[in-house]
């Protein structure tokens, strides 16, 4: 069996609605579990409804909710004909219950009511897509992966409970497959023990795709995007982007590491256990050969640029003038998982400390307040971090060019240097 993840682009109008059906019947090899995302930008405009609904304007929250429903119910539309009256019980199920929330007042915290309105729009979309593949006389199945997926209260970051899926897996999610060849069901979802709906944060349906490739044992793991295949660079920053057609797990895991948007991170860690592959091809151009992801290094790549914009560089020196790596540096550390922060990097000197991180200006003042104890504390932001990957000399002056870099850090397989644009 194998898994192909949908992403919201690849279902974003019906001429790619019904490209994702030929795709998945070119395909011979069964069965097949088609993980997608929501439809296009539904998750945005789902992130309104919730924050209107949690404002206490509820009736803009319903306006917008119905734009929603509106979006879906138009492809229905011109997509189904036998199909349509089954897709509109499945797809009133679902909204009636939101849209009774969405009356009341919220009682909760935002992240709560964050996922039970945004896990809407995979539910939609995955009801749409099955009754488009009904409709072409396939026969497809249909799962709610909330009564499979379940994971911890940490609403908008849920961590999976492995044990739980794992059994869910085998008895509901099996059987299915071997029943319809093709089962259609929602990424980035899931559900807590008191069926509370969960997100595992933005853009994880790749996640969920490799959570249960490795669970079934798939063959492997398809990805399908609307790039030729994984650039060494974001084509829309730098034009001479080019595919990488081999990468190994632990590439991409850096790449993500370092910023890449390419693949959600946590998704490599299942496939990588599993040791399944991971195709990443296009949807626009199947018949090009994608990037394949294995355990194998490849003998050479290029050099794999990543730019991040809007970081900060926060300095601490510590204000008794002790040494940063013996104990303030686990005090240090303690902060950061305390407000859940990562740096993108770090630079330590005897009494000063040095890192790096993205702009979110709420938690930036709280590491900063919370550090004080020990630490003076300076903060530069407005500040871009290039990494370089498999540097070359060449692609060092192309890319500092002679820009007055306020960092530099540099390992045998990255560089990467801090600048004011
Ligand atoms: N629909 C979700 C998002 O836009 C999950 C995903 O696309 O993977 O973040
Ligand atoms: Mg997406």
């Not at 319903?62 to 349509?84: G, I, P, T």
């Not at 935002?110 to 979309?125: A, I, M, P, T």
């Not at 990488?244 to 490599?268: C, R």
């Amino acid at each position: 069996m194998q898994v192909f993840k949908f992403g919201g682009a690849s279902i974003n109008s019906l001429e790619r609605i019904k490209n994702v059906v030929d795709i998945t019947t070119a395909e011979p090899e069964r069965p097949i579990l088609l993980v997608v995302s929501a439809m296009g930008k539904t998750t945005n405009a789902l992130e309104k409804v919730a924050g209107a609904f949690y404002e206490g304007r509820n009736e803009d929250a319903l306006l917008l909710f119905d734009q929603v429903k509106q979006q879906h119910l138009n492809s229905a539309k011109y997509l189904l004909v036998k199909e349509h009256h089954a897709f509109i019980a499945a797809f009133s199920a679902i909204s009636t219950e939101a849209e009774w929330m969405l009356h009341d007042k919220a009682v909760q915290p935002y992240d709560y009511y964050y996922d039970q309105v945004v896990c809407l729009g995979e539910l939609f979309s995955s009801i749409l897509l099955t009754h488009v593949f009904r409709e072409m006389g396939l026969n497809a199945g249909w799962i709610d992966i909330r009564d499979v997926l379940k994971t911890d209260d940490n609403f908008r970051d849920a961590a999976i409970l492995w044990e739980q899926t794992a059994l869910l897996t085998q008895s509901v999610l099996k059987p299915l497959l071997h029943q319809n060849n093709i089962v259609i069901t929602q990424g980035f979802i899931g559900s807590t023990d008191e069926n509370e709906s969960t997100t595992l944060g933005r853009e994880g349906s790749d996640y969920t795709a490799a959570i249960f490739a490795s669970l079934l044992g798939a063959e492997k793991v398809t990805i399908w995007k609307d790039v030729d295949a994984v650039l060494n660079a974001d084509p829309r920053l730098f034009p001479e982007a080019a595919p990488l057609p081999f990468l190994s797990y632990d590439e991409v895991v850096e790449m993500a590491y370092y910023g890449a948007q390419v693949i959600h991170p946590k998704t490599m860690k299942p496939l990588y256990n599993a040791k399944i592959p991971l195709q990443v091809k296009s949807f626009i151009n199947p018949a090009l050969p994608g990037t394949l992801i294995n355990a194998k290094k490849p003998a050479s790549i290029p050099p794999v640029l990543i730019k991040k914009d809007r970081q900060v560089l926060m300095t601490f020196h510590t204000k008794d003038f002790s040494f940063v790596g013996e104990k303030p540096i686990g005090q240090w550390y303690a902060i950061l998982e305390q407000l859940h922060m990562r740096p993108n990097l770090i630079q330590n000197g005897a009494v000063q400390l040095m890192a790096v991180f993205d702009e979110h200006s709420e938690k930036i003042g709280q590491l900063a307040a919370a550090a004080e104890i020990i630490f003076d504390v300076t903060v530069q932001p407005n500040l871009t971090l290039f990494t370089i990957r498999h540097y070359t000399p060449e692609a060092i002056d192309m890319h500092k060019a002679n820009r007055p870099t306020i960092l530099v850090q540099q390992t045998p397989d990255t560089v990467q240097f801090l600048y004011r644009e």
